[in-house]
Nanobody
Framework: QVQLVESGGGSVQPGGSLTLSCAAS????????MSWYRQGPGKERELVAM????????NYVDSVKGRFTISRDNTKSSTYLQMNSLKPEDTAVYYC???????????WGQGTQVTVSS
């Protein structure tokens, strides 16, 4: 049974930091590209950050570059999103996603709420 379980969301003031975690099980984690998406109120879901299988290549949406860092630990089947200098516009539900086209992986977590407000 495939599971992606996010944790670490919460409420924080502007300028604050949070670290999201995603614990994976039920598939070959090291074979999957891992991503974080978010969906803000009234907005479409957007890709925030992606990391390749080995963890040595990452990509970010422009709005979070320099503030967010995606990482992974294949020994723990986990991926992380370190979020610094948070802004109100970062408020969203954040989702973990696993993909591997050759293995037909397209898995989503249940999401974790991040609220940035003073």
């Amino acid at each position: 049974q495939v599971q992606l379980v996010e944790s670490g969301g919460g409420s924080v003031q502007p300028g604050g930091s949070l670290t999201l975690s995603c614990a994976a099980s039920g598939f070959i984690f090291s074979a999957a590209y891992m991503s974080w998406y978010r969906q803000g109120p009234g907005k479409e879901r957007e890709l925030v950050a992606m990391i390749n299988r080995g963890g040595d290549n990452t990509n970010y949406v422009d709005s979070v570059k320099g503030r967010f860092t995606i990482s992974r630990d294949n020994t723990k089947s986990s991926t992380y999103l370190q979020m610094n200098s948070l802004k109100p516009e970062d408020t969203a539900v954040y989702y973990c996603h696993a993909s591997a086209s050759g293995l037909h992986y397209n898995y989503w977590g249940q999401g974790t709420q991040v609220t940035v407000s003073s």
